[in-house]
């Protein structure tokens, strides 16, 4: 029983390994579609999307079925629960993805990144993809030094979100009005990507040490030009 | 044992109505000191959200203790895993609450609302208010009803949201770069909140009878100004 039970807790971390690989593939098609203006790599990815939102179900009913007939407890019942979580905070990151998708898509056969933020919203996107990436390999080893590194990534992401509305804010640097909404978007779909990984990062670290550093969401609204 | 259960449950739901409550009160207080420039309010909903963010862990540990005590199967066991997956969801709306309230923080002692987009923004917060008291009530009593009242206001506000691009986009309606960015990020706060709400309606829907009719996000993106 408990080795069928090792087993299942082994498929549900692979096919979380899956969707997250899945997520970084995504961004990193989605940004590359927004720097080339390319319209059917844009639509790979939205098309792409649907996929990762399956894998999000069948991960639920895998974790229901794993809770009904394993009945676990104390860890390996957070455990479960946590891969349920973590499956919802990645699929949100595949939304994320498509949203980029479309913006890029909408502007087609121009490039949303033409203009002054061209370079910023670019950086924003490498960015993107990094975090993606290193959510993909944290879940796959669980190395925690990954977890810090997801944190700093983030931490560069919300300072570019923060200089893109100084940019945007500053009425001397020219920008049509769909270039502003553009990067605002961009920069927000973006900034919560990173969010997202973050508290991907957390709860990896929470499971593997007990440690609760949570703050769900609370972070998010630092970059936001609104704070104060 | 069984009475113990239904009597967990019923506590279960009584804390995501309280949750749902607090929500709908911030909303309607954000959207209040966004109307009226009221920094008070505004201080109010941020504050509160430390509440709403603690309601979430109070009712993931609630639910958590029943999976492990009752080890509830079939019907139960989906009701309490969907418990989890509606106080996250609620959750969100909260932030989303706390991040219309940073923006009337952000322009006070100005209003946010100002210039050609007051009107239209103003009737998007009113919209997101209904739609949260109906998540409250449909919540309350598994009414579906309400939640079929709560997708076709989440339409409305999808309507305006979609018409906020028209005036924002249209260079001949003058607006600063401050208010093009806050129409841009409230829209699509007030958008979020509306989707969030609708996925609330789809799970009870789905608690009560059975049918999915998911198809989480891929609504969110319809709106859009992106979309085509």
């Known amino acids: 029983m408990r080795e069928m039970f090792t087993h299942e807790l082994e498929a ?14 995504a961004i990193e098609k989605a940004t590359s579609a927004l720097d080339n203006a390319d319209l059917l790599v844009a639509e790979e990815v939205i098309d792409a999307d649907r996929r990762i939102d399956g894998m999000e179900r069948a991960l639920d009913d895998q974790g229901i079925s794993v809770l009904a007939r394993q009945q676990p407890v104390a860890t390996d019942l957070r455990v479960v629960v946590s891969g349920l979580r973590l499956s919802a905070t990645i699929e949100r990151m595949g939304d994320l993805a498509r949203h980029v998708a479309y913006v890029a898509r909408g502007r087609y056969p121009q490039t949303a990144l033409d203009g002054p933020m061209r370079d910023l919203v670019s950086e924003m996107g490498s960015q993107a993809v990094k975090v993606a990436q290193r959510v993909t390999q944290l879940l796959e080893n669980r190395d925690l030094d990954l977890a810090a590194e997801i944190e700093r990534e983030d931490d560069v992401l919300d300072e ?3 200089r893109s509305f100084e940019i945007v804010l500053d009425e001397s640097v020219p920008m049509t009005r769909q270039q502003v909404v553009d990067a605002v978007l961009l920069g927000r ?21 007990g440690d609760t550093v949570f703050e769900t969401d609370h972070k998010d609204g630092e970059t936001d030009a609104h704070r104060d």
């Not at 549900?12 to 593939?25: F, G, I, Y």
């Not at 779909?189 to 990984?197: I, P, S, V």
């Open 12 to 25: 549900l971390r692979d096919d979380l390994v899956k969707m997250a690989n899945h997520v970084a593939v």
């Open 160 to 162: 570019l979100h923060r």
């Open 189 to 209: 779909y973006l900034e919560r990507f990173g969010d997202h990984a973050v508290s991907v990062a957390r709860r990896v670290s929470y499971l593997v040490t």
